[in-house]
């Protein structure tokens, strides 16, 4: 389940919310129970452990690889 950021207006609270998509525009409460809040931008950041994948061969053309340079 998804989990998005919210800021409350009122005592400029950050929490965080696991909720379905469908409800993630859906009015929040704060834990001090305030409901005028907004939901925050968040970033996502991917991390991974396997190794960068082989660079892909290069079509030829011109002097630099192409070999038209004799």
Do not use: I, Q, W
Request: with cysteine; charged share 15%.
């Amino acid at each position: 389940m998804p989990r998005y950021e919210y800021r409350c207006k009122a005592c400029g609270d950050t929490f965080e919310l696991n909720r379905p998509m469908a409800e993630s525009s859906a009015p929040a409460t704060c834990p001090e129970g305030h409901t005028d809040t907004v939901k925050l931008l968040s970033t996502v950041a991917v991390t991974g452990t396997g190794a960068a994948a082989p660079a892909a061969p290069r079509a030829g053309g011109g002097c630099c690889g192409g070999g038209c340079c004799g």
